[in-house]
């Protein structure tokens, strides 16, 4: 079993930066990809892929078009814990944020089988 559990979220206005924090424990090494998503509260949407990253290929990252070159994925194996940091947050950004393990490396959320309870971000015009 793998535990995770993120802080971090809070309000900021459009322009500032956020970074999350996730951290892990349990059986950690069993799980090699943490993954980041997460879920605007309007009717309809789905939980979205944000980025991950994978001790698969040496650490590779991989981000969500909608916010490849503002997020930036990190992983302290040190501390066990994976973070996110957002720079140039908009109100788009607005959303419950999770963080997931998986055993490998994918934006599919259905191959993530450990979760996090999330922490919420919202961005003010």
């Known amino acids: 079993q793998v535990q995770l559990v993120e802080s971090g979220g809070g309000l900021v206005q459009a322009g500032d930066s956020l970074t999350l924090s996730c951290e892990a424990s349990?059986?950690?090494?069993?799980?090699?990809?943490m993954g980041w998503f997460r879920q605007r509260q309007a009717p309809g949407k789905e939980r979205e892929f944000v980025?991950?990253?994978?001790?698969?290929?040496?650490?590779?990252?991989y981000y969500a078009d909608s916010v490849k070159g503002r997020f930036t994925v990190s992983w302290d194996h040190a501390k066990n814990t994976a973070y996110l940091q957002m720079n140039s947050l908009g109100p788009e950004d607005t959303a419950l944020y999770y963080c997931?393990?998986?055993?490998?490396?994918?934006?599919?959320?259905?191959?993530?089988?450990?979760w996090g309870p999330g922490t919420q971000v919202t961005v003010s015009p």
């Open positions: 349990g059986r950690t090494s069993s799980r090699r990809t």
């Open positions: 980025a991950y990253i994978t001790d698969n290929n040496g650490g590779r990252t």
């Open positions: 997931a393990a998986s055993w490998v490396a994918t934006a599919t959320r259905s191959l993530y089988d450990y």
